[in-house]
């Protein structure tokens, strides 16, 4: 009879224990609980109150993707030129999407850390705000610099941009002020206000019934509404 090699992948193969469903399933079950406890603790870590008890981030400098890490000043002018606000995930009201989560979870494998003191931009409808559509998610990395995490939601409509500029500082609203008031002004029948004829002087004193007209009904409502500048609220925690 003659003798014939072994092959020990062919043995390993045949003598393998299948696993019958039920443990099969029982298996799964135990690694989805155990990722499942980690994301729900990852985002109690997102939701933490930001205080000075709260442990520094740490990172490997070497597998940080430079093009993710941003200056607290271009996050000013971001949050500044589209009205948006640079906050703690505590105020956050939003939701926190399962993408969000996995990058983290990966970032902090790489780095082999645990993060805190997440930050978002988000409109301010998207906050809890104190009274005194597209969030992007941060980890402060020191030095007044942030590491860009994840984007969700849509992305923000074309003219926000020049809406947001009208409420960039006091000079800017003044100027739309007097844009609304000269194509208001424009809109009068006339012989109005007057049985002159219409002249320059005429219309100057109509423009300027009505300049006075518009300033105050944008101050009322702003006062009333709480409302404030761009400059002003792009990281504050406050109504006003």
């Not at 019958?20 to 109150?49: C, G, M, P, V, Y």
């Not at 003191?117 to 009274?131: D, H, R, T």
């Amino acid at each position: 009879m003659g003798l014939y090699n072994i092959n020990l992948e062919e043995v390993l193969k045949k003598n393998k224990a299948v696993p019958t469903t039920k443990a099969l399933l029982n298996s799964l079950d135990l690694i989805w609980n155990k990722e499942h406890q980690k994301d729900i603790s990852l985002l109690k870590r997102i939701k933490l109150k930001p205080t000075k008890n709260l442990p520094n981030n740490h990172f490997e400098i070497d597998k940080l993707v430079s093009e993710n890490i941003y200056h607290i000043s271009d996050i000013k002018k971001l949050c500044i030129d589209y009205r948006l606000r640079f906050l703690s995930t505590h105020y956050f009201k939003g939701e926190i999407p399962f993408e969000a989560i996995s990058k983290i979870k990966d970032l902090e494998r790489t780095h082999e850390t645990a993060f805190y003191n997440f930050k978002v931009i988000a409109p301010s409808k998207l906050f809890k705000l104190e009274n005194a559509d597209d969030p992007l998610l941060f980890i402060p990395l020191g030095n007044d610099y942030y590491y860009f995490v994840h984007k969700w939601g849509g992305d923000l409509k074309p003219w926000r941009k020049a809406w947001a500029w009208c409420f960039k500082s006091f000079e800017n609203l003044m100027v739309l002020c007097l844009l609304v008031s000269l194509l208001l002004t424009a809109l009068i029948p006339q012989g109005l206000f007057t049985n002159e004829k219409m002249s320059a002087s005429v219309y100057f004193f109509e423009y300027l019934f009505m300049f006075k007209s518009v300033v105050a009904v944008v101050m009322f409502y702003g006062f009333s509404k709480g409302k404030n500048f761009n400059t002003a609220i792009w990281n504050s925690k406050y109504f006003n």
